[in-house]
């Protein structure tokens, strides 16, 4: 079954820049997509397509795919941006599956 | 703006079945595609279905077996049923609704807008 693999966990001091892998064999072909869930919350898209970012969301957040890795990128993290950070994307067998990363917890203090 | 809401019991019995309903408001539910999704206490997101608002559906194969996910485009409303359930089945599930695009010839899918999520507690 189709996986896409992030590391457990990533810690910066505020104003750092953090920056989050995805991997998968399929990120060359399909979309990789960002959702942020912060403590006791529904997750919130901040990146989709690889790189662009939804109405709302400060433009430090950006985002990056080549070959089988995507990135996530926070320019100068915020205390604020402390969360839980899921990559997602479909596998390209034909069953449109939808997969999540494992997700990566960032600590920014 | 367009808001979902889960309902449901929040404790079921093992070997039972988990019925929840997702209500669409501030917008239609026809032309879209919407999904459920659980998350473990503690663990990682898991994607379970999505339904089109004509009827047709498509399910991760682990859970094929035990799921269904129906609409009801009078009420706006979306539905998921998981049978047989165990502790494992222990999760928040959050409704959503599916935005699609394409990378090339490629079908991309995800979700753009999330509920807040129902805690379901699987114990006798």
């Known amino acids: 079954s189709y996986e896409l693999t992030q590391p457990p966990s990533v810690s910066v001091s505020p104003g750092q820049t953090a920056r989050i892998t995805c991997s998968g064999d399929?990120?060359?072909?399909?979309?990789a997509y960002w959702y942020q869930q912060k403590s006791g919350q529904a997750p919130v898209l901040v990146i989709y397509?690889?790189?662009k970012r939804p109405s709302g969301i400060p433009e430090r957040f950006s985002g990056s795919s080549s070959g089988t890795m995507a990135t996530l990128t926070i320019s100068g993290a915020q205390v604020e941006d402390e969360a839980d950070y899921y990559c997602?994307?479909?596998?390209?067998?034909?069953?449109?599956?939808?997969?999540f990363g494992g997700g990566t917890k960032l600590t920014v203090l | 703006q367009v808001q979902l809401q889960e309902s449901g019991p929040g404790l079921v019995k093992p070997s039972e079945t988990l019925s929840l309903t997702c209500t669409v408001s501030?917008?239609?539910?026809?032309?879209?595609?919407w999904s459920w999704i659980r998350q473990p206490p503690g663990k990682g997101l898991e994607w379970i279905g999505y339904?089109?608002?004509?009827?047709?559906?498509n399910y991760n194969p682990s859970l094929k077996s035990r799921v269904t996910i129906s609409v009801d485009t009078s009420k706006n409303q979306f539905s998921l049923k998981l049978s047989s359930v165990t502790a494992a089945d222990t999760a928040v599930y959050y409704c959503?609704?599916?935005?699609?695009?394409?990378?090339?010839?490629?079908?991309?899918?995800?979700?753009?807008?999330w509920g807040r999520g129902t805690l379901v507690t699987v114990s006798s």
């Open positions: 959503a609704r599916v935005n699609r695009g394409y990378s090339g010839y490629d079908l991309n899918w995800y979700f753009d807008l």
């Open positions: 397509e690889d790189s």
């Open positions: 501030g917008g239609s539910i026809s032309s879209y595609y």
């Open positions: 997602y994307s479909t596998d390209s067998s034909g069953n449109h599956r939808g997969v």
């Open positions: 339904i089109y608002y004509s009827g047709s559906t």
């Open positions: 399929a990120l060359p072909k399909k979309y």
